[in-house]
């Protein structure tokens, strides 16, 4: 094998390796962005999840009211 031959694959490797380094980073970019707008996606779940606590925080004693008030009228006229 000659010189010139040892070197064109040296070059091939070498362009190879370029190009598996462009793909990585890329992938990598793409990975980034699926991984921010999934971040994203949690921090609107988790405002809505503390939305819903405050709402069941407050509904549930109006409720249990509501139904007392509700057995008192028809305990009261029934």
Do not use: C, G, H, T
């Not at 980073?25 to 999840?49: C, G, L, P, T, W």
């Amino acid at each position: 094998m000659s010189e010139n031959e040892k070197l064109e694959i040296l070059r091939e490797m070498r362009d190879r390796q370029k190009e598996s380094l462009a793909l990585q980073r890329e992938q990598f970019d793409y990975m980034k962005s699926q991984y921010d707008r999934v971040e994203k996606i949690n921090d609107k779940a988790e405002k809505i999840q503390d939305r819903a606590s405050l709402m069941f925080k407050f509904m549930a004693p109006l409720f249990f009211v509501l139904v007392i008030i509700l057995f008192y009228i028809l305990w009261r006229y029934l």
